[in-house]
C-alpha cells in the first residue's frame, strides 16, 4: 500500500454481516471477563424485576 | 429529580493495572482475534512495541464510587458508551481511574419515567497524563429507582 492510495476512501462500507443470535454462554464469558456481573444480563427474574423483558 | 444532586460530584481515583491475563479473557470473552492484544511477538513487531489493550477494556476498570449513588453496576443499565482516547492502552501500565457524573435527566417512558445519567470516566497514568475518557449513560428505570430515592 503506497502512501498516496489509502485502503479506504471516505463513503467505502463494509459487507454487512449476519451473526448467530446471542447465547447466554457468550453472556457470561462476558460478564466473567467485564466483571459486570449485573443479575439483568444472566438471570431471566432479575432481567423482570429490573423492569426488563428477559435477560 | 433526586439524582440531580449527584452532579458535579466526582469519585476518589482507583488505581488498575492493565493485566494481561485480564485482556486475553476479555479479547476472547469479546471474540476479536487481533493478535495485537495476546501475542507477544506481534505485537513487538508492530508500531507499538508492546500488547495492546482492547479499545473497551477500560469497562472493566474500578473506577470508585460517586458517594451515596450506591453500586452502579446493580441497578443501572448501560445506555451508550463513547470512548475518546489520547493514546493506546498499554498492557501492563497502571491507570489512575476515577468518575464524575456529569448530568441527569429523566423522559417520560411507556411504565413512568426513565431516568438519564450521564457520567465521565477518565483514566490517566500516575503522572497525571490522560489516557482515554468515556462518556456514559446509564439508564435508570423506574423499578431500580425506588431502591436509590431518598
Redesign the interface.
Known amino acids: 500500500v503506497s502512501a498516496t492510495k489509502p485502503v479506504w476512501e471516505i463513503g467505502d462500507e463494509l459487507e454487512s454481516r449476519t451473526l448467530p443470535p446471542v447465547t447466554r454462554s457468550q453472556l457470561e464469558k462476558y460478564a466473567e471477563a467485564s466483571g459486570d456481573h449485573n443479575p439483568i444480563h444472566t438471570t431471566d427474574e432479575a432481567a423482570e424485576e429490573a423492569g426488563l423483558p428477559g435477560s | 429529580l433526586p439524582f440531580r444532586r449527584f452532579v458535579g460530584e466526582r469519585s476518589e481515583a482507583v488505581s488498575n493495572v492493565v493485566e494481561k491475563d ?1 485482556v486475553r ?2 479479547a ?3 471474540g476479536d482475534p487481533n493478535p495485537l492484544y495476546v501475542n507477544e511477538e506481534a505485537a513487538k513487531a508492530s508500531r507499538y512495541g508492546r500488547l495492546l489493550a482492547p479499545p473497551t477494556f477500560p ?2 476498570f474500578e473506577y470508585g464510587e460517586v458517594e451515596g449513588i450506591g453500586p452502579p ?2 441497578r ?2 448501560h445506555g451508550e458508551h463513547r470512548i475518546r482516547y489520547e493514546r493506546p492502552l498499554f498492557v501492563g501500565e497502571e491507570v489512575s481511574c476515577s468518575v464524575e457524573v456529569t448530568d441527569y435527566y429523566e423522559k417520560e417512558g411507556q ?1 413512568g419515567a426513565l431516568g438519564f445519567l450521564i457520567s465521565e470516566r477518565v483514566g490517566e497514568t500516575l503522572e497525571e497524563e490522560r489516557i482515554f475518557s468515556m462518556l456514559d449513560t446509564a439508564i435508570v ?4 429507582r425506588e431502591g436509590i430515592e431518598p
Do not use: N
Request: cysteine-free.
Open positions: 485480564a479473557k476479555f476472547e470473552a469479546i469497562r472493566t453496576g446493580q443501572l443499565i411504565d428505570t423506574p423499578a431500580m
